[in-house]
């Protein structure tokens, strides 16, 4: 966080770090740890010069940003195309449901590719870093949000697909979602932030800012204050007319019941600190979220608003939204795997079927290190895809293991996906499995430094061999991919 109190990585307080001295700090920037800290400097991400200078400010207070109220966010909002003006119906032959929304990090763009082409149709300038997309109830809109805390809405009916309008909602922020109740669809939208620690609702056709809430408040287990409480994932209910806020540094889920947003009701689930990322089980009523630094996965039942269980896992959970599929011996479960070790934790998610397994890890299986961000599979594979992108061994930072879920007691296989690229340079961390809508391809950045050349390879999921490369020039630090089916329908 800005104030450097810690959450998935320690603290980094001045009474830390001048008892850390120069030297230590400028090595451990440089070359990283096996908790998920990345060898910004080794990886030609930080230049010398540049490792120099954050380990020389690190001794330093933190200086505190401004907030960023209402006036501020109103300020900011741009309608770039009215309502009343975009189309009545689908103007280009995108097909829409296989489409790719790629984060182009570190040039503030999204990158439309065509699944089945696998060309890029389109580059929309966004906020910087883009964190996540998000599909419409509808499928219509894209929702994108970037680390600046900039909100973009894009037409993907327009021809070619457009911004119509944007926000920014603070200054940092990585959280974006819409509503997705039954009547209430794409009503309302909501964002996130990091800084200040706040999150917006916002008119889902226009991203016109109508309520700003703060999260700061009390821990969930000391009960003391805190001055940055970040927002970290939001999804959208689809029992209640309810976004599930779940604040970081408090260890808070909030249900925020948008009904009657001049009455707002808000119920606090206490769970565990700090909550990052998470995702629903396969029926869509539970919301599991790591609390990561607490080496903990939270259950909360988005249907009666309560919480099911804590559950012990392995170190640092990173589960983006996990994996669900069908266990041979313990029915249904969700998976995640974990920044701080090589282990990957299967929960059961069935409470009716299999009420023995339910809410308890019922296997750990190991993986091929610790570094991973995302874990992967799709109802019509039998994969478990892992990655481990921040591992400090290059070999495994850009491969992915992948696991037969049939067999979790076999050997997986490296699929060495940095080589397949073609790309001789870099680390070639390979990051985030992304499936194509049905289930038969996965996808895969390698990213690299701004300087250096990145690709996105595809991988056929049933053969596990090389179907296609994506490198073009202005595939520039890809990192995140979205298909929209998978998305809209929380696949």
Avoid: C
């Amino acid at each position: 966080g800005v104030l450097r109190k810690g959450a998935t990585g320690k603290a980094l307080t001045t009474d830390i770090t001048s008892e850390m001295g120069y030297e230590y700090l400028r090595d451990f920037i440089d070359y990283g740890s096996p908790g998920g800290m990345p060898n910004w400097g080794t990886s030609g991400l930080l230049s010398g010069p540049d490792v120099e200078l954050m380990a020389n400010y690190l001794p330093n207070e933190p200086p505190v940003p401004p907030e960023w109220g209402m006036a501020d966010i109103k300020g900011s909002w741009i309608v770039s195309v009215p309502v009343d003006e975009r189309p009545t119906k689908q103007m280009n032959d995108l097909d829409l449901e296989n489409l790719f929304s790629v984060t182009l990090r570190d040039t503030g763009e999204l990158a439309l590719i065509e699944g089945d082409s696998k060309t890029i149709h389109t580059i929309i300038k966004t906020g910087y870093a883009v964190h996540i997309s998000r599909m419409s109830a509808s499928g219509r809109y894209l929702f994108a949000i970037g680390r600046d805390a900039r909100v973009n809405l894009i037409d993907l009916w327009m021809d070619p697909p457009t911004n119509v309008a944007e926000i920014k909602v603070g200054m940092e922020a990585r959280s974006v979602e819409t509503s997705k109740m039954k009547g209430w669809e794409d009503k309302y939208a909501i964002a996130g932030a990091y800084w200040p620690p706040q999150y917006v609702i916002m008119d889902g056709d226009t991203l016109e800012p109508l309520k700003v809430v703060s999260t700061r408040g009390m821990t969930v287990d000391t009960q003391e204050y805190h001055p940055e409480p970040r927002v970290a994932a939001i999804v959208a209910s689809h029992y209640n007319p309810e976004f599930v806020v779940n604040v970081k540094e408090t260890g808070k889920v909030l249900m925020v019941n948008y009904s009657d947003l001049e009455n707002l009701k808000v119920t606090t689930i206490n769970a565990e600190r700090f909550l990052h990322d998470g995702g629903f089980d396969s029926t869509g009523r539970y919301f599991l979220v790591a609390a990561n630094a607490r080496n903990t996965i939270a259950v909360v039942d988005t249907k009666d608003d309560v919480l099911v269980a804590l559950i012990e896992v392995g170190t640092t959970p990173h589960p983006g939204r996990g994996a669900n599929f069908v266990h041979p011996e313990h029915g249904p479960v969700w998976a995640t795997s974990h920044l701080g070790d090589e282990t990957i934790a299967l929960i059961g998610t069935d409470p009716v079927g299999h009420p023995d397994q339910a809410w308890k890890m019922v296997e750990s299986i190991d993986g091929q290190g610790g570094g991973s961000l995302f874990i992967k599979t799709h109802p019509n594979s039998t994969n478990l895809w892992v990655d481990t992108p921040l591992n400090p061994e290059a070999e495994v930072a850009s491969s992915v293991a992948v696991f037969d879920i049939n067999n979790l007691g076999a050997e997986y296989d490296v699929i060495p996906i940095g080589e397949m690229s073609g790309i001789s340079e870099g680390v070639r961390r390979v990051v985030q499995g992304e499936y194509n809508k049905d289930g038969t391809e996965v996808w895969f950045s390698v990213w690299n430094s701004k300087s250096q050349e990145s690709a996105i390879v595809v991988i056929d999921d049933a053969t596990r061999s090389l179907k296609a490369v994506i490198r073009d020039p202005r595939l520039i630090t890809p990192t995140g991919k979205f298909n929209a089916y998978n998305t809209q329908n929380d696949v």
